[in-house]
C-alpha cells in the first residue's frame, strides 16, 4: 500500500524535478496528481514513464491524499497550504513561508530528521533554502565531532534558484553579447548576469545584509544548533544550475584535515572528491542530476586556532530544493505515516 501524493506547482522547475525525483527514487506512490495555476491547466507533466495533465489548485480537495509537496512562492502557499493541512495531508513546503515558525519543523533529513515529528502542531514541515540545505549537510557531522564556533560562508548561486525566468535571461543575455543590436537588459536581476556576478540575492536588509543572507545563519540556527555564528555573503553567478559555496569554519576544539575528511567520506549525503592536483575538486557543471553533496578543498586555516576551509556544491534544484523535499516525505513515510 502506498501514498496519494500531490506535487503543487508541477509545472515549475521544482515541480517538474519533485516528479522525477519521485520516481526515481521510487517513492511508493499509489496515486498522483500535479497540480498548477489555472493558466496552466492541461500542460503535461512526465512522471516516470506516465504523462500527467495539470488539475487545477484552485478547485482542488485535498481530502484523502497523504502528502502535498509544494513548490510555488509563499503568497500561494500562504493561502492553500493551510486547506491542504486542514484536510488531513500533510505539506511539505519549498517556500521559506513557514521556516521560521515554531511550531513547523524546518528539515535536512541528514541532519535533524528527529525533529520531524513536530509536524502535528500544523501538519506542515518546512523545505530550507538551497543554499542552506546544502551547507548543513556539510556542517553537521563536523559539529558533531568538534563543535561549531562561528562559520563565515560566500556562496556562488545559480540563476536556476530563481526560476525559469531567470535562466532565459541569463541565456539570452549570452547570445546577445555575441550579435550586436541583440543586446538584452536587465529585468530578473538589477545588473546583467551574463558574464557577471551580482553580489545580491534577495531583498536588502536595515543592517545591510541581504534576507538571502539573513536565511542562512536563521536556518542554520534552527537546523544545526542555535549557538553557531553565522556570517554569510550571498552572490548570484552566470551558472545555470548547481550552487557553491566556500565554507571557513571555527570549531570548539582542534579538528584535522584528514579526520574531517575521513568523517565527510562516511556523512549521509556527502561524497567527497578531494584531490590536491588539477581538477581534483568537483565544480557545479559536475553537480547537475546527482543527489549528492560534493565537498573539496578540506584544509586548514591557519590563521585561527581551531579552523577549517571547504568548498561545497550541490545541484540546487535537487538537493536544495525538489530532492531534499522528497526525502522529507520518505522520512514522513518510514516513521510517522507508515504506509508501503
Same mark, same amino acid.
Given at each position: 500500500?502506498?501514498?496519494? !501524493?500531490?506535487? $503543487?506547482? @508541477?509545472?515549475?522547475?521544482? =515541480?517538474?524535478?519533485?516528479? #522525477? %525525483?519521485? *520516481?526515481?527514487?521510487?517513492?511508493?506512490?499509489?496515486?498522483?496528481?500535479?497540480?498548477?495555476?489555472?493558466?496552466?491547466?492541461?500542460?503535461?507533466?512526465?512522471?516516470?514513464?506516465?504523462?500527467?495533465?495539470?488539475?487545477?489548485?484552485?478547485?482542488?480537495?485535498?481530502?484523502?491524499?497523504?502528502?502535498?509537496?509544494?513548490?510555488?512562492?509563499?503568497?500561494?502557499?500562504?493561502?492553500?497550504?493551510?486547506?491542504?493541512?486542514?484536510?488531513?495531508?500533510?505539506?511539505?513546503?519549498?517556500?521559506?513561508?513557514?521556516?521560521?515558525?515554531?511550531?513547523?519543523?524546518?528539515? !535536512?533529513?541528514? $541532519?535533524? @530528521?528527529?525533529?520531524?515529528? =513536530?509536524?502535528?502542531?500544523? #501538519? %506542515?514541515? *518546512?523545505?530550507?533554502?538551497?543554499?542552506?540545505?546544502?551547507?548543513?549537510?556539510?556542517?553537521?557531522?563536523?559539529?558533531?565531532?568538534?563543535?561549531?564556533?562561528?562559520?563565515?560562508?560566500?556562496?556562488?548561486?545559480?540563476?536556476?534558484?530563481?526560476?525559469?525566468?531567470?535562466?532565459?535571461?541569463?541565456?539570452?543575455?549570452?547570445?546577445?553579447?555575441?550579435?550586436?543590436?541583440?543586446?538584452?537588459?536587465?529585468?530578473?536581476?538589477?545588473?546583467?548576469?551574463?558574464?557577471?556576478?551580482?553580489?545580491?540575492?534577495?531583498?536588502?536588509?536595515?543592517?545591510?545584509?541581504?534576507?538571502?543572507?539573513?536565511?542562512?545563519?536563521?536556518?542554520?540556527?534552527?537546523?544545526?544548533?542555535?549557538?553557531?555564528?553565522?556570517?554569510?555573503?550571498?552572490?548570484?553567478?552566470?551558472?545555470?544550475?548547481?550552487?557553491?559555496?566556500?565554507?571557513?569554519?571555527?570549531?570548539?576544539?582542534?579538528?584535522?584535515?584528514?579526520?574531517?575528511?575521513?568523517?565527510?567520506?562516511?556523512?549521509?549525503?556527502?561524497?567527497?572528491?578531494?584531490?590536491?592536483?588539477?581538477?581534483?575538486?568537483?565544480?557545479?557543471?559536475?553537480?547537475?542530476?546527482?543527489?549528492?553533496?560534493?565537498?573539496?578543498?578540506?584544509?586548514?586555516?591557519?590563521?585561527?586556532?581551531?579552523?577549517?576551509?571547504?568548498?561545497?556544491?550541490?545541484?540546487?534544484?535537487?538537493?536544495?530544493?525538489?530532492?531534499?523535499?522528497?526525502?522529507?516525505?520518505?522520512?514522513?513515510?518510514?516513521?510517522?505515516?507508515?504506509?508501503?
Amino acid at each position: 500500500m502506498g501514498y496519494k !501524493v500531490a506535487v $503543487v506547482g @508541477a509545472t515549475g522547475n521544482v =515541480g517538474r524535478e519533485m516528479l #522525477n %525525483i519521485l *520516481a526515481e527514487r521510487q517513492f511508493p506512490v499509489d496515486e498522483i496528481a500535479a497540480l498548477a495555476s489555472r493558466r496552466s491547466l492541461g500542460s503535461e507533466c512526465s512522471f516516470g514513464d506516465k504523462t500527467l495533465k495539470t488539475l487545477d489548485l484552485d478547485t482542488f480537495d485535498f481530502t484523502g491524499w497523504d502528502i502535498a509537496l509544494f513548490a510555488i512562492g509563499s503568497d500561494a502557499t500562504k493561502q492553500y497550504a493551510p486547506k491542504a493541512a486542514k484536510a488531513g495531508c500533510v505539506v511539505i513546503d519549498n517556500s521559506s513561508l513557514y521556516r521560521y515558525d515554531p511550531d513547523v519543523p524546518l528539515i !535536512v533529513p541528514e $541532519v535533524n @530528521a528527529d525533529a520531524i515529528t =513536530g509536524y502535528s502542531k500544523k #501538519n %506542515i514541515i *518546512a523545505n530550507p533554502n538551497c543554499s542552506t540545505a546544502q551547507m548543513v549537510v556539510a556542517l553537521k557531522p563536523l559539529h558533531d565531532r568538534a563543535r561549531i564556533k562561528r562559520v563565515v560562508v560566500s556562496t556562488y548561486q545559480s540563476v536556476s534558484g530563481s526560476g525559469k525566468d531567470a535562466m532565459d535571461e541569463l541565456w539570452n543575455q549570452t547570445k546577445g553579447m555575441y550579435v550586436p543590436g541583440q543586446e538584452v537588459e536587465p529585468s530578473v536581476y538589477p545588473k546583467q548576469i551574463a558574464f557577471n556576478v551580482i553580489p545580491h540575492i534577495d531583498v536588502f536588509l536595515d543592517d545591510g545584509s541581504t534576507k538571502e543572507e539573513w536565511k542562512m545563519v536563521a536556518e542554520t540556527k534552527k537546523i544545526v544548533d542555535p549557538k553557531i555564528k553565522v556570517t554569510a555573503t550571498c552572490v548570484r553567478v552566470p551558472v545555470f544550475v548547481g550552487h557553491s559555496e566556500a565554507i571557513n569554519i571555527e570549531f570548539e576544539e582542534f579538528l584535522d584535515e584528514d579526520e574531517a575528511r575521513d568523517i565527510l567520506r562516511e556523512a549521509p549525503g556527502v561524497m567527497v572528491v578531494d584531490k590536491r592536483e588539477n581538477g581534483g575538486y568537483v565544480t557545479p557543471v559536475e553537480c547537475v542530476g546527482d543527489f549528492a553533496t560534493f565537498i573539496s578543498r578540506i584544509r586548514q586555516d591557519s590563521t585561527i586556532e581551531n579552523g577549517l576551509n571547504i568548498w561545497v556544491v550541490s545541484d540546487n534544484l535537487r538537493k536544495g530544493a525538489a530532492l531534499n523535499a522528497v526525502q522529507i516525505a520518505e522520512v514522513l513515510g518510514q516513521r510517522v505515516l507508515k504506509k508501503g
